[in-house]
């Protein structure tokens, strides 16, 4: 691990924003592009550009999944890199970000996380503005529409587009002149040179990015994967296993179903193995982590919970991720119980839970092994995944 400087350059990532006008399924920084989600891509560029502290504000209800997607991407830069819970604006949020800075950040960049592909060297010529001597710089597309300026649907009158120009993130502040901006704020700005220009500062031009266009609507998400993935991904495969012991409270529950009269088993859920071993395989299958990155013992909603919960939940997580699940196939390793009358049921409820095919099958080990001492179940999962 190399030892990374304490930077001077922060970035904070914004990406608490509903998605309203994609309407993606999921909050828009995670909606899937190839397979990754927006974030993910917008965090490559972030951590490709010049060594920086990295603030990534994210809904309150998607931290955790945010900090997957900097895991996913930080690489040695991980301990440069933080999260924090939005706010009800963006301003709000960029605030929240603002102040997780360290002391010793002298030049600020404030990136939306939906222009996800802006290439790393526009937040070098960012940089290099403010370093220059710049209080605020803003990276800019010349216009090419004809605008009109619009009153109740009538032309009032056309725009002389020359003195225009398309505003883009990065945006780069030096950061005492962005503090004092936000901190003396009254008003709402959709960027943060509107806000920076209201109190008083002269903002500074350089070029932005064609590939730094933002994705708020669906023409633009289709846009973004045509960019990243112009042939579709092809179908990918995850296998998972999982293992539980006998002795747990209660009744069995397996495969999705409750078996009276049989021993139950261990587990911080209610220790249904092929359903674990069912939700391992489909993520390994999209790349997305495995059941402890998304179910941990630390999310008591999971405790106890059965496998409808952790199948519905794990295909969610899929789409917004861009994949579906093709099917699965499970094979329940154990002494008992006996499958064979109830192996349609529990492929139905296995089935109606994920939204996929899943095919079921049991096995004995003919006494050998911890399966074939009764003193546990064995399962062993394999998933097809593919492109939404
Ligand atoms: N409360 C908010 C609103 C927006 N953003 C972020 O600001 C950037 C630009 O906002 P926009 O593209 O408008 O995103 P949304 O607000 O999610 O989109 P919409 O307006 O369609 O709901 C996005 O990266 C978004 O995640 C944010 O962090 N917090
Ligand atoms: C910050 C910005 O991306 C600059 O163009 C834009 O103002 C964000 O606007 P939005 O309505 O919050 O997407």
Redo the contacts with the bound molecule.
Sequence with gaps: MSIIPVPRVAVVVVAA?SGTRLAGGAPKAFVGVDGHTILHHALRSVFAAAPAQVVVVAPASRVGDALTEVDATAGDRRDLATVVAGGET?QDSVAAGLAALWADVEVVLVH?A??ALTPPEVFARVIAAVDAGHDAVVPVLPVVDTLKRVADDVVVEAVDRSVLAA???PQGFRRAVLDAAYAAATAEF??DTALVQHAGRAVHTVAGADLSF?I?TQADLARARAIVAPVPPAPRVGVGTDVHAFGGDGTLWLAGLEWPGEAGLHGHSDGDAVAHAIVDAVLAAASLGDIGTHFGVDKPEYAGAHAPAFLRRTAEILAEAGWRVGNVSVQVQANRPRFAARRLEAEQVLSAALGAPVSVSATTTDGLGFTGAGEGVAAFAVAVVVPR
């Design positions: 924003g963006r939306d939906a222009r505003a883009q993130t959709t960027d933002k708020t």
